[in-house]
């Protein structure tokens, strides 16, 4: 079964330091998004993508905070300088469609724990 | 932001029994989805319902929907074990530039005891 992968699995830094995270999506869906939850609470939208274009990046701190998904495929999310309220889990989605009415299919996530 | 608002917090039952959660929201959807998050996962989709449907049923799985109310319910039956997770709403938003944006819930800890 086609699964979106996601490393690393879990990444510690101290504030300050740059860290990255990649998604590779499901092949052949279109939209990917990125989410960061933070402990107890639910998955928050950071930015989507619909092939290699920003649909919605109005949740992300682009003072710090960069996404890219240069070829419509596999896609980077970047923090600089990381902040010690960065520590939450990072989840990359995935879906076929643009529209709400389908599901979407979530990586394992990227623990960040920043020091 | 958070849309919905799920209740309870924390649900803890015995293997065989129900496990009820609820979801409330504050705008018009299209449709909500709920998800389940096993400790330190990703989330994987349980269900969608429309907002022109008011149940579905999907194996152990029974969701409500009352949109003049702006509410939802999963109810779990004879909940086993395994169905410890945290369980999310997720609202897909009514009217403008939709994409596809889900609004997630804080979640219900279910716990299942053998």
């Known amino acids: 079964e086609a699964e979106v992968a996601q490393s690393p699995r879990y990444k510690i830094t101290e504030k300050s330091q740059a860290v990255a995270f990649w998604c590779d999506p499901i092949?052949?869906?279109?939209?990917l998004y990125w989410y960061r939850q933070i402990l107890g609470q639910g998955p928050e939208l950071l930015v989507q993508?619909?092939?290699?274009?920003?649909?919605?990046d109005s949740q992300l701190p682009k003072d710090r905070f960069s996404a890219e998904r240069l070829k419509g495929v596999d896609s980077t999310l970047k923090i600089q300088p990381a902040e010690l309220g960065d520590s939450a889990m990072y989840l990359c989605?995935?879906?076929?469609?643009?529209?709400?009415?389908?599901?979407?299919?979530f990586g394992p996530g990227t623990r960040l724990t920043v020091l | 932001s958070q849309q919905g608002e799920e209740d309870p917090q924390a649900l803890s039952i015995q293997e065989g029994e129900n496990a009820t959660m609820n979801c409330s929201y504050k705008?018009?959807?299209?449709?909500l989805q709920w998800y389940r998050q096993n400790s330190g996962r990703g989330l994987v989709h349980l269900i969608l319902i429309r907002s022109n449907e008011r149940e579905k049923h999907s194996g152990r799985l029974r969701v409500t929907l009352d949109t003049s109310k702006k509410s939802s319910s999963l109810l779990i039956t004879a909940s086993r074990a395994a169905d410890t997770a945290s369980y999310f709403c997720a609202t897909d938003g009514a009217g403008g530039t939709s994409y596809g944006k889900l609004t997630f819930g804080q979640g219900t800890i279910l716990t299942v005891h053998p």
């Open positions: 092949s052949g869906h279109a939209t």
């Open positions: 705008t018009s959807i299209n449709n």
């Open positions: 993508f619909q092939d290699e274009s920003v649909v919605d």
């Open positions: 989605a995935s879906s076929p469609g643009t529209s709400g009415w389908n599901e979407q299919f």
